[in-house]
T-cell receptor, first 115, second 112 residues
Framework: GAGVSQSPSNKVTEKGKDVELRCDPI?????LYWYRQSLGQGLEFLIY????????KSGLPSDRFSAERTGGSVSTLTIQRTQQEDSAVYLC?????????????FGPGTRLTVL | GDSVTQMEGPVTLSEEAFLTINCTYT??????LFWYVQYPGEGLQLLLK?????DKGSNKGFEATYRKETTSFHLEKGSVQVSDSAVYFC???????????FGSGTQLTVLP
């Protein structure tokens, strides 16, 4: 079946512009995660959605970052007024939310470059 | 807080060599442990996992055993192939947390 998909695969933007990154999770997966992979920081958790519950935003690095998940499926990560330090690969993952043994399935990522 | 420490890379081996990538963790309680692999140009894929002490995860010839006494989850493979060249990430997840905590990743290159 289809895995997690993300778009665009690459995004180049100018400093100060806003960007939107999209994630389509695996059908039936109620949990959705965003992570950031950067050279200096490794893989960092950003935000988590589970069903209709309020999202866990504890990993968002600043108030320029926000995310939403519409209809319990597709999610959009928005970065406002991008900075060069936002350059990274943004990864989305989804899972069945089965607790500690839960397996997260990752998308191919969006590589963001801020000039 | 919880953390994962991985063997520093990069690691370069010849085909058919034995592979060990060390992973140790710091966490309270009994986390689940995972190895993910990222092939060039691709996303993270789950390689194997173990959910309790002494469990052995295995897949594609790779193995890792959850050692509670040494807080370790070392990845091993008896005979690596060129196609195993990738970045390997060790990760943990505790029941109280939603997200995975990752190690820094180990780049493996296998030469023919």
């Amino acid at each position: 079946g289809a895995g997690v998909s993300q778009s665009p695969s690459n995004k180049v933007t100018e400093k100060g512009k806003d960007v939107e990154l999209r994630c389509d999770p695996i059908s039936g997966h109620t949990a959705l995660y965003w992570y950031r992979q950067s050279l200096g920081q490794g893989l960092e958790f950003l935000i988590y959605f589970q069903g209709n519950s309020a999202p866990d935003k504890s990993g968002l690095p600043s108030d320029r970052f926000s995310a939403e998940r519409t209809g319990g499926s597709v999610s959009t990560l928005t970065i406002q007024r991008t900075q060069q330090e936002d350059s990274a690969v943004y990864l989305c993952a989804s899972s069945l939310a089965q607790g500690q043994t839960d397996t997260q399935y990752f998308g191919p990522g969006t590589r963001l470059t801020v000039l | 807080g919880d953390s994962v420490t991985q063997m520093e890379g990069p690691v370069t081996l010849s085909e058919e060599a034995f592979l060990t990538i060390n992973c140790t963790y710091t966490a309270t309680g009994y986390p689940s442990l995972f190895w993910y692999v990222q092939y060039p140009g691709e996303g993270l894929q789950l390689l194997l996992k173990a959910t309790k002490a002494d469990d052995k995860g295995s897949n594609k010839g790779f193995e890792a055993t959850y050692r509670k006494e040494t807080t370790s989850f070392h990845l091993e493979k008896g005979s690596v192939q060129v196609s195993d060249s990738a970045v390997y990430f060790c990760a943990l997840k505790k029941g109280s947390a939603r997200q995975l905590t990752f190690g820094s990743g180990t780049q493996l290159t296998v030469l023919p």
